[in-house]
């Protein structure tokens, strides 16, 4: 169990650009979410996947921000066209079984917005 | 829907003494309950969690919670707080039958020696 990675650890890119993000979940689990976390608060609920399915998407994302697992294993996050206001930490975590099971998070991405 | 509040956002107290980490839920399920705590720079580590059964759950580093049906509330405890202990702590709920967790604002907790 080497737990959830994610790549790269600090983003910084200018207003208007595109950013990708990769998350590796422990390899025997089947739930993958991604959260957004800004400075001085709980994380949010942004996406879960469960093997390669996307099963809910939350109203914070936006048509910029884009997430797939294509195989039901790691997962990629994009944001185009970013905005200053998507300065966050952007944590993913994994789960197996049923709702209630608890998720395991990564170190997450520190993205910053110029 | 589910909502947590974490009473406190900053609590500091001395080394040895009692941490009380309050946390109160909305949930119009039963709900599942958990406590993360998070270092700087870095992500989540689940200190414990109640899904059913026991209402008194015990976690990692001596921090133990009791569920209270009737208060709504899941508060965090440990009997004798370490200088380890400082860190961010968030309260999360989940529908038992949901996926997503909703987290708390979180409680900064500061350890004097």
């Known amino acids: 169990d080497t737990g959830v990675s994610q790549d790269p650890r600090h983003k910084i890119t200018k207003r208007g650009q595109n950013v990708t993000f990769r998350c590796d979940p422990i390899s025997e689990h089947n739930r993958l979410y991604w959260y957004r976390q800004t400075l001085g608060q709980g994380p949010e609920f942004l996406t879960y996947?469960?093997?390669?399915?996307?099963?809910?998407k939350s109203r914070l994302l936006s048509d910029r921000f884009s997430a797939e697992r294509p195989k039901g294993s790691f997962s990629t996050l994009e944001i185009q066209r970013t905005e200053q206001g998507d300065s966050a930490m952007y944590l993913c975590a994994s789960s197996r079984g049923q709702g209630g099971r608890e998720q395991y998070f990564g170190p997450g991405t520190r993205l910053t917005v110029t | 829907a589910q909502s947590v509040t974490q009473l406190g956002s900053h609590v500091s107290v001395s080394e040895g003494a009692l941490v009380l980490l309050r946390c109160n839920y909305s949930?119009?399920?039963?709900?599942?309950l958990f406590w993360y705590v998070q270092y700087p720079n870095q992500g989540l580590q689940l200190l414990l969690k109640?899904?059913?059964?026991?209402?008194l759950v015990k976690g990692i580093n001596g921090f133990e919670a009791e569920f209270k049906k009737s208060e709504t509330s899941f508060h965090l405890t440990k009997p004798s707080a370490h200088m380890s202990d400082a860190a961010e702590y968030f309260c999360a709920v989940s529908a038992s039958g949901a996926q997503k967790l909703v987290f708390g604002q979180g409680t900064r907790l500061t350890i004097n020696p």
């Open positions: 949930s119009s399920v039963p709900p599942y």
């Open positions: 996947f469960q093997n390669e399915a996307q099963l809910e």
């Open positions: 109640y899904t059913t059964g026991a209402t």
